[in-house]
């Protein structure tokens, strides 16, 4: 041990925090119930709106092709790879008329890509 913390009593209560791991644990059970509450009231206004957004034109079509080729890793994140743009267009217009939220697009073009879309292929 150095000389200049010899003197500085080391507290083995918690991490650091000054809060005990019960008062920790207390705090992480009360935000997990938060955010599971919040989540089942998300979800139960999905199941009552699912009628209604059902009978849109192309709603059914998106769910399907969410699942088919869209990213469920993520209850945050909606994601879906396809190289036809006419499709990456539709999942772009559903995304945005169900969120309020910033999209952000990515794209990747390989050059294998490029000469195949030029080409009968």
Request: proline share 3%; with cysteine; glycine share 6%.
């Amino acid at each position: 041990m150095n000389h200049w913390v010899r003197d500085i009593p080391i507290s083995r209560v918690g991490t650091g925090s000054g809060f005990s791991s019960a008062a920790r644990q207390k705090a992480a059970e009360a935000n997990s119930r938060r955010f599971r509450l919040l989540r089942e009231a998300v979800y139960q206004e999905g199941v009552e709106s699912f009628d209604e957004m059902a009978s849109m034109p192309g709603f059914r079509e998106f769910i399907v092709l969410y699942i088919a080729e869209g990213y469920k890793r993520c209850r945050d994140t909606v994601s879906i790879v396809n190289s036809d743009p006419a499709v990456v267009e539709f999942a772009h217009r559903w995304v945005s008329a169900l969120t309020d939220d910033q999209i952000h697009l990515s794209f990747s073009i390989t050059p294998t890509r490029i000469r195949r879309r030029g080409s009968n292929c």
